[in-house]
């Protein structure tokens, strides 16, 4: 039986792995919980999951927590509370796997740390990779970690590599990745509609079920901008050679393009438990819960470009990743800063990509060689990023 660790367990690919986890009771326990400050969630999921341990952001939630279970008789689990207890818990030596759930810069160092301490990472938090780049996948190599990506799009990618492929690798037979996209809610709005969209519009996923940070970058298309960068490092992939394909129904999850000709395409419902069952199975498979694929009601099939004139985050990303160095933690740094303001009404919609650009324009990157540059740079870019939202809100 194998110990798992979820950083995020509150979120939706949290408890996506949990379900996936209570089907399967014979292979793995359930050791560490962590939540941002979804209380009450985290107390359902310790009361039916049994952890050892749990972490929560603040001492008061943690004392509150505490209370809660001592008086439910659950007085066995050992809550903790702040970033530095993410990261002790990512590598007890009883945890085999961390599922990397966190969403954002957050999720950055505890997932690092996993990855030094030669666990079997599943990693769902696209940000602590597009930050750390080179960087990361070095501590993955060195250590000895397992790494396996559970992102639909990358999972999907993962499947169609050549056998006994390792994340990291470069395929010598694989000539490109087709990276699909949904194109979110807006594909076809006018342009000129864009300055008004509301946050409660940019959250209404047309296929997905996500929290609301993600769920505007894929309105806006960033998720699918941080995907290119994640695509070139745990596929080893030069840019050029990562495409995005806007495929409306979201059945093929992504496609491998090799050199003889063969496109390979995984395809499934849209369902994030299977990915997470392909991960914590591999490289074995077992039941996700998931729904199987219909294709009579699916019907068809449609592809077409992405419009960079409606999606220009997509081009900040590219660019992005072209740059190197920092430049991809000073664009996620900025993104991070813009979609918040615009989910709490400071910024208009189409001034996140405005934010980003701005901050990308005006700060240099650096190398990318040390955790301590990393953070730097995602320090600076959200200083900048929220002075830019600050002048925006003056005019």
């Known amino acids: 039986m194998k110990g798992i660790c979820i950083l995020g367990s509150t979120g939706s690919i949290g408890v996506s792995t949990l379900d996936v986890v209570a089907r399967h009771p014979d292979l793995y326990r359930v050791v560490a919980l962590t939540a941002n400050n979804n209380l009450d969630r985290l107390y359902e999921q310790c009361l039916r999951f049994r952890p050892e341990y749990v972490?929560?952001?603040?001492?008061?939630q943690a004392e509150e927590?505490?209370?809660?279970?001592?008086?439910?008789?659950?007085r066995r689990i050992e809550v903790l509370s702040g970033a530095k207890s993410l990261e002790e818990v990512a590598v007890l030596p009883e945890v085999d796997g961390v599922m990397a759930a966190i969403v954002g810069a957050a999720g950055l160092l505890p997932t690092l740390?996993?990855?030094?301490?030669?666990?079997?990472?599943?990693?769902?938090n696209k940000e602590a990779l597009v930050m750390s780049g080179q960087l990361f996948m070095t501590e993955v190599a060195s250590s000895g970690a397992k790494l396996l990506p559970i992102d639909?799009?990358?999972?999907?990618?993962?499947?169609?590599?050549?056998?006994?492929?390792h994340a990291g690798q470069a395929a010598s037979s694989v000539r490109r990745?087709?990276?699909?996209?949904?194109?979110?809610?807006?594909?076809?709005m006018p342009l000129d509609e864009l300055d008004d969209v509301t946050p409660d519009q940019a959250v209404a996923h047309p296929n997905w079920v996500m929290g609301r940070k993600i769920s505007v970058d894929s309105a806006t298309m960033m998720n699918k901008g941080l995907e290119v960068i994640e695509a070139c490092l745990l596929f080893n992939m030069a840019p050029k050679r990562v495409q995005v394909v806007v495929h409306r129904q979201s059945v093929i999850h992504s496609l491998v393009?090799?050199?003889?000709?063969?496109?390979l395409a995984q395809m499934g419902s849209p369902d994030m438990r299977i990915p997470i069952a392909h991960a914590l199975a591999w490289p074995e498979r077992f039941?996700?819960?998931?729904?199987?694929?219909?294709?009579f009601s699916v019907r068809q099939l449609d592809f077409e470009a992405p419009d960079l004139s409606r999606f220009s985050c997509l081009s900040l990303a590219y660019e992005a990743v072209r740059a190197g160095g920092t430049m991809p933690a000073i664009l996620n740094a900025a993104n991070e800063v813009a979609v918040a303001s615009f989910l709490d009404h400071k910024i208009r919609f189409t001034a996140i990509p405005e934010t980003i650009g701005h901050c990308m324009a005006t700060i240099s990157p650096g190398a990318a060689d040390t955790i301590d540059a990393v953070l730097e740079a995602d320090r600076v870019a959200r200083a900048s990023a929220e002075a830019y939202v600050d002048r925006l809100r003056v005019q």
Not at 65 to 73: I, K, N, P, Q, T
Not at 113 to 124: I, N, Q, S, T
Not at 177 to 188: K, N
Request: hydrophobic share 45%; glycine share 8%.
């Open 177 to 188: 990745i087709l990276l699909t996209a949904s194109g979110g809610p807006f594909l076809r």
């Open 287 to 295: 039941d996700s819960g998931a729904e199987p694929l219909d294709l």
């Open 113 to 124: 740390a996993a990855a030094r301490a030669g666990k079997m990472v599943f990693l769902a």
């Open 257 to 263: 393009d090799y050199v003889d000709g063969t496109v």
């Open 152 to 165: 639909s799009e990358h999972n999907a990618i993962f499947q169609c590599m050549p056998a006994d492929y």
């Open 65 to 74: 927590l505490r209370e809660r279970l001592s008086a439910a008789g659950s």
């Open 55 to 60: 972490v929560l952001r603040s001492e008061a």
